[in-house]
DNA sequence: TCAGCCTGCTTGCAATTGCAAACAGTTGAG
DNA sequence: CTCAACTGTTTGCAATTGCAAGCAGGCTGA
């Protein structure tokens, strides 16, 4: 998302961004209203929050913004501000021969084995900083067993769900 | 709309996109509209393309379905389907956060999908070919009406047809 | 000064959205 | 057979959305 290095206002403030983008675009508010193809009036109760526009209103005064109509999703709470950080996630998403519960079903293994992996290095970071003294095999067998026990559990449950779909 | 060259799902039956949604996961209309948080009828409208909703609806029907909001603002149009290309097999032996177990865990699910889904497409492929007549579907759905030749009528006479907008 | 143009906002209204109440058809148990 | 419980649809209506017409104020150049 191109949203990623910018620093969020709160979600749900569509019209301050908007208006802040317009602004920052040094355009009137008439003119970003011919851009976008919506009334004046129209754009002006929604950047002072007196309505609440749709997502097509939305993605119109994106363009004319020329900004991602995405950016204004989020700021509107209609999607969440969240990047596939890896490819896994991407491939998955744009997988055309998995049905869309196959697909959450892999995201969300994905994604507890990530957490969990990440678990395990900050455990084995703080083991590390612990045992300053040169001695790697304790901490190497300790790291093995446990995820054995976690992994077999997920693939009952990964294999129960997809009869359904 | 820039797609990449991916091959997409007719973006706009939205409508249709839900009930076979719903029908995959086996749950009457009532049903998801009770876990989705909105009336029936309107439920029921949305599918037969009577009526368009808004991002917030789509949202809550996502999660009535447990899927994606994202998946169903594709089908509506909302956002763009811009996904990599790459394959979730390489992305997943590709990446280094998986241990090797996880990596396989990940695989076996993804390939038992797969098998499925084949079995499904070639299930689904003699079904359709013993049912060369046209008429209700016989894949099961005894809840479908016969009543359609009715409803089309009324539609042609209590709203015009909804604008692409 | 003042007309013309710009700015953003107010107001009334048609169309649309989402709902509740009711309807109509189907199914299975008694 | 009846009937309760389920299914999806019809209908009328309140609230919301988006617009067009107009208002009010500010600025500029003749």
Redesign the pocket.
Known sequence: MQTRGMELPKVGSIGEYIRDQRQQAKI????LATQA??????L??I??GL????A??LNQIAKGLRISSQALYVQAGLIDDREPDSDVLAAIRADQELSERQRQVLLDIYESFRKENQAEAAAEAERTSQNAQPGPEPSGTDTVPPEEGVAPSRIGRGQSEPKEG
């Open positions: 009137s508010l008439r003119q193809g919506v009334s004046n009036p129209y002006s109760q950047e002072r309505r609440k526009p749709s097509e209103i």
